[in-house]
């Protein structure tokens, strides 16, 4: 089971952070992906990290701005943003998936409720 929360109302050029917390005992067997999806929009990928923590990716609109991170021991995933921007602005989920990440949502097992950002200009 996974929860994100850590969203909210901020102006552009602020910073973020978002956490994914997970319940589980084998959450380092599994990558971690952030999507996010804008109204009328197809959902994105934003970024992902592997078990260990080692390997990250992150699509191309956030290269840069963002930062993954996840802490094992606290079975948690975290989202840094900064600089953001009103295009950032989504609802943002977080996803786990055994073994290797992807950029694709349909390669997710488990998604958590998703938490609202909104960067205003």
């Known amino acids: 089971q996974l929860q994100a929360f850590g969203g909210g109302l901020v102006q552009a050029g602020d910073s973020l952070r978002l956490s994914c917390a997970a319940s589980?005992?084998?959450?380092?067997?599994?990558?971690v992906g952030w999507f996010r999806q804008a109204p009328g929009k197809e959902r994105e990928f934003v970024a992902a990290?592997?078990?260990?923590?080692?390997?990250?990716a992150y699509g191309d609109s956030v290269k840069g701005r963002f930062t993954i991170s996840r802490d094992n021991p606290k079975n948690t995933v975290y989202l840094q943003m900064n600089s953001l921007e009103p295009e950032d602005t989504a609802v943002y989920y977080c996803?786990?998936?055994?073994?290797?990440?992807?950029?694709?949502?349909?390669?997710?097992?488990?998604w958590g409720q998703g938490t609202q950002v909104t960067v205003s200009s």
């Open positions: 990290v592997t078990g260990p923590g080692r390997t990250t």
């Open positions: 996803a786990a998936k055994r073994i290797l990440y992807s950029p694709r949502p349909g390669d997710y097992d488990y």
């Open positions: 589980g005992p084998t959450f380092n067997n599994y990558s």
